[in-house]
């Protein structure tokens, strides 16, 4: 069988413009980045057809570790709505390295149903990450030297500066480190720590931002710390974000590749769901459909994620609305949560896949609180049997739900007609009309709590005192009617990883809550989440490779 990498590399690429073309762009509204790569301008975005296009969203039920094939779906319907005669664009985060070289190797979609230059697009790509790393250490430079300074200082109390450094890697080590030390010369000695990229707030602005004056705007918005009066601080007070914003002046723009069938593709920002809001930005998505009749995009890990915050922080923000949910959902992951061990789930086992289930159906409820009727996609995986297949389709047949099987990863397109069509029937149904979860004006506590017990299914909310401290400090700063962007884990329903299938009676514990008063939203932290993953026991970047004539091997 043929590995994602090997297959990438039997594709002839077209040249971007040719992709463009297909767009109605001119190869003079383009900013290239070599042959298969280009910027799009913001110029192109267009209000109009924004509002006669159709948005329809990816998500999944709860992943096993290596993930249930969000982006490999998303790619696979695009190509598969392209073939029906549907122009359709796909609308992406882009890859984070913490995964490529941690469990990953690679988050460009796999088999037929891949975005390329894959090798690209896993690794520096455009450079928007580094941009976006620079523009937030640069902040975290300035408020150093700020503190440091004799002349010019505002008066930062070290001990409350909550910014940190941000790098795009795994590396536990950096969670919590001190520094200036060294001597008066080298600054204040602090404790503080590193973020990967991807949970940045510059990265959270950047994939919220309307446009260059509202992400300036976001960028003095965000909220560093107090001084010795106990007065807040934010980046503004320290005249950052010009130089920040001006860092971010390309990669603010979305970017335009192909998919493996030569269907356009727009990748932009990356994101993480389970400690971000998990979806890519508001001027990706608005691009895609200012320029194609349907947009297939993507949100991060299960519906209690990635589509629960694109659905009420995201479409709430931008004033987007999708007009169709596609739930992913995979044998295995099913037999996961039916109690099979990860080693053992290549093994056929219906009954395993009846007991998960549940966890599959709790994610259809979701999905249907917000006015939206999903359809399912079952990603057929080599091993799978009928009978497991048969079990899926009558479980979602019970509920009322479409359940469709899809061979995006062995036959691309071809494999998602059935499933484009599905997806079409339920748009023209005209039976969908979203609406948001929680109102931003209720309380924080309010909205914690509607997330937690109609999302997650828990019986309650617990508060830490620390927890407690962040509410008033939010109360205190006036930030009370913000979204809520949970941090928790994506193995369960629930705030433990144990905890598989669909939890009942559980309790969600709030640990603290960071402030993103850029952004726009609050981050209640949950149960044991980092904000700095760390790397798996054997991680992918050990075969991970490249020999003379610049060939790259182990992405996967």
């Known amino acids: ?126 450079g928007d990450f580094s941009a976006i790393e620079k523009a937030h250490n640069l902040l975290a430079a300035l408020i150093d030297n700020n503190i440091q300074s004799k002349t010019r200082s505002i008066g930062i109390d070290p001990r409350t500066v909550l910014w940190k450094r941000v790098m795009d890697m795994n590396d536990r080590t950096l969670r919590k480190v001190v520094v200036g030390l060294g001597g008066t010369g080298s600054g204040i000695p602090r404790e503080t720590g590193f973020d990967i990229t991807a949970a940045s707030e510059i990265m959270a602005i950047l994939c919220l931002a309307n446009s260059r004056t509202d992400l300036k705007e976001r960028l003095g918005n965000i909220f560093v710390g107090f001084t010795r009066e106990r007065k807040p601080v934010y980046a503004r007070e320290l005249n950052a974000h010009g130089a920040m914003a001006a860092l971010l002046k390309d990669a603010i723009q979305p970017n335009l590749v192909q998919t493996i069938e030569g269907n356009p593709a727009i990748i932009h920002g990356g994101p993480f769901a389970n ?51 596609v739930i992913v959902a995979t044998i295995r992951a099913l037999k996961y949560h039916g109690g099979v061990d990860l080693k053992s789930l290549k093994e056929p086992n219906p009954t395993a896949v009846q007991k998960g289930l549940v966890n599959l159906e709790k994610h259809l409820e979701n999905i249907q609180q917000f006015g939206i009727q999903p359809v399912v996609a079952i990603n057929e995986f080599i091993g799978d049997t009928d009978a497991e297949i048969a079990v899926v389709r009558r479980g979602c047949q019970a509920k009322g739900v479409k359940a469709v099987v899809a061979k995006v990863w062995a036959e691309g397109g071809k ?89 009942e009676d559980f309790t969600i514990t709030v640990r603290e809550i960071e402030i993103a008063a850029g952004a726009g939203f609050l981050i209640p932290i949950t149960g044991d989440m980092m904000r700095m993953p760390g790397l798996p026991a054997t991680p992918s970047a050990e075969l991970i490779d490249i020999d003379e004539d610049g060939q790259i091997s182990g992405l996967f």
């Open 1 to 126: 069988m043929a590995s994602d990498i090997e297959i990438a590399r039997t594709i002839p690429l077209k040249h971007i413009a040719k992709i463009a073309e297909q767009l109605a762009l001119k190869e003079d509204q383009l900013e290239f980045y070599g042959k298969y790569k280009a910027k799009l301008p913001l110029s192109l975005i267009d209000s109009d057809r924004i509002k006669k296009n159709k948005l329809i969203l990816v998500s999944a039920l709860s992943p096993t570790p290596a993930g249930e094939g969000k982006t490999t779906m998303s790619i696979g319907l695009t190509q598969g709505l392209n073939r029906i005669g549907k122009p359709t664009t796909v609308v992406l985060r882009e890859p984070s390295l913490g995964p490529v070289f941690g469990i990953k190797g690679g988050a460009a979609g796999g088999g037929y149903s891949q975005v390329l230059p894959m090798e690209d697009i896993n690794l520096h790509f455009t």
């Open 415 to 503: 494999g998602a007609e059935d499933l484009a069509r599905a997806v079409v029937d339920s748009i023209e149904s005209g039976n969908n009309k979203f609406k948001p979860l929680y109102d931003w004006k209720s309380s924080v506590e309010g909205k914690i709590l509607t997330i937690a017990t109609k999302i997650y299914g828990a019986s309650k909310v617990e508060y830490s005192s620390r927890a407690r401290r962040d509410l008033r400090r939010i109360d205190k700063l006036d930030l009370n009617e913000l979204p809520i962007c949970m941090a928790k884990t994506q193995k369960s329903l629930s705030d433990d990883p144990k905890k598989i299938g669909r939890p």
């Open 275 to 325: 400690i971000a809001q998990g979806t890519n930005s508001v001027l990706a998505t608005r691009m895609g459909l200012s320029l194609s009749d349907y947009v297939v995009t993507e949100a991060g890990f299960g519906a209690d994620l990635g589509a629960e915050k694109f659905l009420n922080i995201k479409c709430q923000s931008a004033g987007l609305a999708p007009e169709a949910v």
